[in-house]
């Protein structure tokens, strides 16, 4: 083409009209469920890794060890069946033909005759057992451990280029090591090279390593590339895909939560981590529960926020400890998180084993839904967590989160369960049923304690289910939000690196104005026009929801309407719903200050809902809340 001919004006309507073109309506109905329907990880994997055990002092006696316990103690058979090498394992990679080699001394089956080496042997041993296995690698050149272990006795060996053991220009040659050939089933891919070896830092300098331009600065959502970080992770799911076809093998993505992986992470991978790394630590506990507790409706089968791994049995969660051990397990089972044991198994005392093998606990955790716990009350001081259980009950979770006892209240109506019907419980932690009650009941707690139960009552509605209590049924698929910003409602702890040296913990995990489930994407009360919903969710407009209609309901129906807490005061909204991509109902403009106003549609029939909320012509780029209060699905089968 020749340019010269168009005049400016012409110039800018044809970059429109292209601009136009290449980018799709994302609000757009897509007429389906857009996630993957994943084979693997329907309910949060478990296992065991040996990182929070030996962090890069992992050997093969060790993990055949843990290995050997999970199946002897009956852990496996509750679930818990990844045996997972953490960071640690590599020796180098061969230059002549770019092949990964395992650190033999460390894991003598892999050993092969002539200097070559094969985890297969390994896998095999562990496949026999029941079990499957897990290996982890980095997105970059260089792993985690060659900046910040460098006193182990574990760390790659040889040149700058040997010691390139990252996927980074090998994704192809080491997915198809990891999987076709040495038969892994799981692989976490950490983000080091791609963070901590910008040319100059010390670290490449001092030990020789090549530069790589980090992609992800952890301090600034606006100094990370998201789209490339993503695009890396996903070229590695791509290459699973084409090495382990069957759709067995797990991806762990492990960005701790930066390069807004809390909003793609589903997309790309199987778990995400949606924070940096925990410690034995109550605080750091309290922290990376928060990177993921207000994240419900981003967490379903085949895809899973993941906290990080259990830190049971050291520091704060030690046996001397066990009120505090038993509060993080109770925690990450009714969010849905992965649960990966971190403790040397050999040796673990029986308090410690009736934690991990509390099998009431687990199977919350393990649900078939999938529908991670729903925050229900919330203070710094006290939470409350309702999860919606496949057998029509609710799982709760009461936990005091600080140092002094704590009085708390249990509602049916946080419960969603009519306040005028008998209510039972069952303390997942002793067994025993608790005296029937009706309306509301209370419990006193000690420093650190969490109460579990398993409820049974009858539903406040009783012909069907609010979407809030169903979040592994909705896909934000766009969430509205348009500059990513960092989530300040997670617990900020004492530094655990620089003490007090620094200014103290800032927010940093992009997500902030995601959708919520019975809160706003701010975490407000959902309101309209002065009239609040104890239940509902809260998206930003230019939002798309997917929802499976899995119970093959026969009505949608919520009460829309601008949220008064709404940054964007001026803008108008419209709601409307989608069945299977058809248009089936639509509000008309809102505004902030009218009434919410009832929209239904009828969904005989319908395999997936699209609840949308579009502002079309906004006048500014301030978030426009908005709720869409009650929303349910009516009919359908019963629970
Ligand atoms: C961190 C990661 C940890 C562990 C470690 C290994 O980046 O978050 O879970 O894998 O690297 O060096």
């Known amino acids: 083409m020749r340019l010269s001919f168009l005049t400016l004006p012409a110039l800018a309507l044809l970059a429109a009209s292209t601009a136009a073109h290449a980018a799709p309506d994302p609000l757009a109905p897509a007429g389906r469920w857009t996630l993957p329907e994943r084979t693997a990880a329907r309910t949060p994997p478990m296992g065991w890794s040996s990182w929070n055990a030996f962090r890069t002092e992992v050997d093969e006696a060790k993990v055949l060890g843990a290995a050997q316990t999970l199946v002897d103690s009956g852990l496996a058979r509750l679930g818990y069946r990844y045996v997972n090498v953490d960071d640690g394992w590599w020796l180098k990679r061969r230059t002549d033909d770019g092949r990964l080699l395992v ?22 041993r562990l496949h026999a057992m029941g079990l499957k296995a897990g290996l982890y690698s980095d997105i970059g050149r260089n792993a985690c451990s060659q900046a910040y272990d460098l006193q182990s006795p574990n760390l790659p060996e040889g040149t700058t280029a040997e010691r390139e053991v990252g996927l980074y220009g090998h994704v192809d040659q080491d997915i198809a090591l990891f999987f076709r050939d040495w038969g892994f089933d799981y692989l976490k891919v950490d983000a080091c090279g791609i963070n901590v070896y910008a040319a100059g830092a010390p670290i490449v300098v001092q030990n020789d390593y090549r530069a790589f331009p980090p992609l992800i600065d952890q301090a600034s959502i ?144 393990q649900d078939p839904g999938g529908h991670q716990g729903v925050i229900a009350y919330a203070s710094d001081d006290v939470q409350t967590i309702v999860k919606t259980l496949s057998n029509g009950h609710k799982a709760v979770v009461l936990f005091n989160r600080g140092l002094a006892p704590a009085t708390m209240e249990l509602t049916a109506v946080q419960m969603k369960l009519a306040a005028d019907a008998p209510i039972t419980l069952r303390d997942l932690w002793t067994g025993k049923t608790l005296p029937v009650f009706t309306g509301e009941t209370r419990f006193d707690l000690a420093p650190r304690e969490t109460r579990i139960f398993e409820v049974s009552g009858t539903r406040r509605l009783r012909d069907g289910m609010y979407l809030s209590e169903v979040p592994g049924d909705v896909n934000v698929a766009v969430d509205g939000i348009i500059e990513p910003e960092p989530d300040p409602v997670v617990h900020r702890m004492m530094g655990q690196w620089s003490g007090t040296r620094d200014t103290g913990e800032r927010p940093v995990y992009a997500g902030w104005g995601g959708a919520q489930a019975d809160a706003t994407p701010y975490d407000q009360t959902l309101q309209i026009a002065g009239r609040s919903f104890d239940t509902g969710l809260g998206v930003l407009a230019g939002s798309r929801l997917e929802v499976r209609n899995t119970r093959a309901a026969t009505r949608v129906e919520a009460l829309v309407g601008v949220d008064d ?47 949308v909320t579009r502002a079309d012509r906004r006048t500014s780029d301030l978030p426009i809340i908005t709720t869409w209060g009650e929303a349910a699905l009516r009919g359908g089968a019963p629970r």
Request: proline letters at 5%; hydrophobic letters at 40%; charged letters at 25%.
């Open 222 to 365: 606006n100094r990370t590339d998201v789209p490339q970080v993503r695009s890396l992770y996903a070229n590695v799911a791509a290459a699973i895909r084409r090495y382990a076809p069957d759709g067995d093998a797990i991806l762990s993505l492990c960005t701790w939560g930066s390069a807004d992986v809390r909003r793609w992470g589903k997309e790309v991978g199987h778990l995400w981590r949606t924070s940096q790394d925990i410690t034995p630590s109550w605080t750091r506990m309290l922290h990376n529960f928060d990177s993921a507790s207000t994240r419900a409706l981003y967490a379903k089968p085949g895809a899973w926020n993941d906290p990080d791994m259990l830190f049971i049995g050291h520091g704060d969660f030690d046996a001397r400890h066990l009120t505090e051990a038993r509060s993080h397990f109770a925690l990450w089972a009714i969010i849905n998180a992965p649960l990966f044991i971190g403790y040397d198994l050999r040796g673990a005392p029986k308090s410690l084993m009736d934690i991990w093998s509390n099998a009431d606990i687990v199977r919350v955790n």
């Open 565 to 611: 807490s709404t940054r964007n005061t001026r803008d108008a909204v419209e709601f409307l719903i989608y069945g299977d991509g058809r248009l089936l109902a639509r509000s008309g403009t809102r505004r902030f200050g009218t009434a919410a106003t009832s929209l239904s549609a009828d969904v005989r029939g319908v395999k997936v809902i699209e609840l």
């Open 103 to 124: 650190r033999t001394a460390i894991f003598p089956s892999a050993a092969v005759p002539g200097g070559d080496s094969s985890f297969r042997p390994f896998t095999d």
